[in-house]
């Protein structure tokens, strides 16, 4: 699918959920989640059909997220019927990393192509006051776990906040001790993001300079579907990358729409256009009429984001990360 500024879209990213087991401070409210009913989040038939039209359309890659995917029934299931819809070449997951270890043997057996953890800090009270849940074990237990199914790409996320005590250089470490990519993710002002400034790739070269080897841009193969890039370092088994949405802008690059856990079409994460699939789908129309809707979602597909204009930016999303799918 091409969009009107000739962007090639082939990447959907579908929310499965809008729960969650953490309450990352970036992310969600402390007390107070409005969640929404759930005979208003999309069944799992509902999901195949959008995600097969959306493939007759072009969609070559899927990424399931939410709220927290795997507190969602069924997840290993759905992977299965979305990875053998004609077109679909991958099927990846984003997960904070708690139920993985029990399901990733299920996960992997239903033919997953990819995973990136969230990890944000190896410090277990840093990781408290982020997530405000104590569950850093679950996730380290699920990272050894994923490691033993060397078929699964493996990606580990961390949106530095500027906490001391976060110890990226503790995080990084994970990709000098396996062969696994460490990406940085800078904080987007999107929901309770705006509350924090984060820190800039290059605060976060400097910081990783400071106790490894010196960053050396990676100009090999392409890795991966996205804007993530890599840099490698001496001695490190995997690599070190940066998805660095608001210092280095990569809208141009876009690739992507998102599916929300009530089925709305969202085009770009800062603002609400898009179309409401759900409503179509529930209201018995045809794939035609369905393909019609996607296609004119996608040629009012926003330029890119305004994160950095501090004029108002009208139409733009209220809602925060788990409630739009990140
Ligand atoms: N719960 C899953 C997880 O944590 O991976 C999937 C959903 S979560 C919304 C997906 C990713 O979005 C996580 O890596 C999270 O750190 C990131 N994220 C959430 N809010 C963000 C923000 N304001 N800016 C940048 N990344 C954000
Ligand atoms: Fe949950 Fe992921 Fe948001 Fe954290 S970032 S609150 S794990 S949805």
Do not use: W
Request: overall charge neutral.
């Amino acid at each position: 699918m091409i969009d009107r500024c000739g962007r090639n879209i082939d990447y959907l990213r579908v929310s499965v959920t809008d729960r969650c087991n953490l309450r990352c401070i970036y992310c969600m409210p402390e007390d107070g989640v409005e969640l929404v009913d759930r005979s208003f989040i999309l069944q799992e038939p509902e999901i195949v059909r959008i995600c097969r039209v959306m493939a007759e359309l072009g969609i070559r890659k899927i990424k399931l997220t939410g709220g927290e995917p795997l507190v969602r029934a069924g997840i290993p299931s759905m992977v299965e019927k979305l990875k053998s819809l004609p077109g679909i070449e991958t099927v990846t997951l984003t997960t904070n990393g708690i139920l993985l270890k029990e399901q990733m043997a299920a996960l992997a057996g239903a033919g997953l192509d990819g995973l990136n953890i969230s990890l944000d800090t190896v410090n277990p009270q840093c990781y408290e006051k982020i997530a405000r849940r104590n569950q850093l074990k679950n996730t380290l237990e699920a990272i050894e776990e994923a490691l033993k199914y060397p078929q699964v790409s493996l990606k580990i996320n961390c949106v530095p906040l500027g906490i001391e005590e976060q110890d990226l250089c503790g995080v990084a470490q994970l990709a000098e001790k396996h062969p696994i990519h460490v990406r940085f993710i800078e904080m987007m002002p999107i929901g309770y993001g705006r509350e924090f400034t984060g820190m800039p790739e290059e605060e976060v070269v400097r910081v990783l300079e400071q106790r490894f080897p010196p960053l050396i841009p990676y100009q090999g193969e392409r890795l991966g579907n996205g804007p993530c890039h890599y840099y490698t370092v001496e001695g490190f088994q995997g690599k070190i990358g940066f998805i660095s949405a608001v210092s280095h802008k990569f809208c141009g690059d876009c690739n992507r729409i998102r599916l929300t856990s009530q089925g709305f079409l969202k085009t770009c994460l800062q603002y609400t256009a898009g179309r409401d699939l759900r409503a179509i789908i529930r209201d018995g129309k045809t794939d035609e009429y369905l393909k019609e809707a996607i296609l004119e979602a996608l040629s009012e597909k926003p330029e890119g984001h305004a994160f950095l204009e501090k004029a108002r930016v009208d139409k733009t999303e209220k809602l925060c990360m788990s409630q739009i799918g990140g």
